[in-house]
């Protein structure tokens, strides 16, 4: 087992890590911008680094100063946490060449799940069902009206080397599809580096379904069941529970086999998330992130597993702690995120906390790295905390968020919580009759 971890991230994902570092008996290295030379990761960490300003691109995401901070701090591993090089196959690669152990899937996994493309004709012959769409990335418009004309109208443009619903869009006839197979490329290539786009069938209603895969890089692995991630704003998640409200015990049977029999395959090492979309009782595969998910709570809440210990575990040549068959369901679990942000236009709202009370009591778990006094800096992500419930059930589970929303106290800035107390007081939300698009045409209704 691994003496020291260097975390390379910030905020809750960061403490997550931290607390899981301190239960192993692991000491813990806290890297740090100037800007979060007093937060919470750095102050709760056994040891911290400065590696940088305030810019992610010059602390968070310099590979060479994290690298430099395991040298001098003797680091033995670096776990990713999400987002920032969590996914980021060169950075794995690096570390490996520095003889630092990545708590990740291995660089090549990364890499091939990292293009949208060859992530989909992998998953495609591995056996995991996949939208229609294009074969390859489609190199101009001629083409991507044959594309189109194929699998039929409406198709959504996506670039390979997208995320978070840049790149993105949608055409209902061919007149749209030229202006949204321009629009793409220039968001794709100003975004990414990179214009390539590809297509695929728009569904109409589909509900947004992950499953959790887990590897010991040995050739064995399981699934921990599906997470409905549906209610979403501009391809951001905001509300996540497990299991899903409209997933039978034999789909999920026979979707998780799929998963974790495609992992068998890979020889994939850590936690892994196989995204779908789902209509009509078939699923249709859109992406694997090949790290920790924002989300992954949910499944701790209804399995009783810590998965980032597990994470460690696997990544220092251990077995997992559990096998398929040790796995069953416990409950219903809810995550809702919340971002400082201000309603109805989302803009993002750093500034000063004056105080931070957590909610607590019987099923309540709040991942948070705020706390009364500290100031939230304008560089990063407006994610500042997550709530998570757990209840026997989906209806006792909506009703201690409800409970435990109305004890969640962060003053001094706006934030996503009235949002939530809205969202539990419509009928849809409270019989699990939602789908990707469902928020959005909320919130076009609610705040018209």
Known sequence: MFEKILIANRGEIALRVIRACREMGIKSVAVHSTADADAMHVRMADESVCIGPAPSSESYLKKAAIISACEITGAQAVHPGYGFLSENASFAQALEDHDITFIGPTADHIRIMGDKITAKETAKALGIPVVPGSDGGVPDFETALTVAADIKYPVIIKATAGGGGRGMKVAKSPEELEIAFRTARSEAKSAFGNDEVYIEKYLQKPRHIEIQVFGDGKGNAVHLGERDCSLQRRHQKVFEEAPGPCITPEMRAQIG??????????????????????????????????????????????????????????????????????????????????????????????????????????????DSALYSGYSIPPYYDSLIGKLIVHGRDRPEALARLQRALSELIIDGIDTSIPLFDMLLAEPDIQSGDYNIHWLEKWLAEKFA
């Open 257 to 366: 086999k799929v998963c974790s029999d495609a992992m068998k395959k890979l020889k994939y090492i850590g936690a892994g998330t196989i995204e779908f979309l789902y209509e009509d009782g078939e699923f249709y595969f859109i992406e694997m992130n090949t790290r920790l998910q924002v989300e992954h709570p949910v499944t701790e809440g209804i399995f009783g597993v810590d998965l980032v210990r597990e994470q460690i575990r696997v990544a220092a040549g251990m077995d997992m702690s559990f096998t398929q068959d040790d796995l069953e369901i416990n409950g219903h679990c809810i995550e809702v995120r919340i971002n400082a942000e201000k309603l109805p236009n989302f803009a993002p709202c750093p500034g000063k906390v004056r105080m931070f009370h957590a909610p607590g009591g019987y099923g309540v778990r709040m």
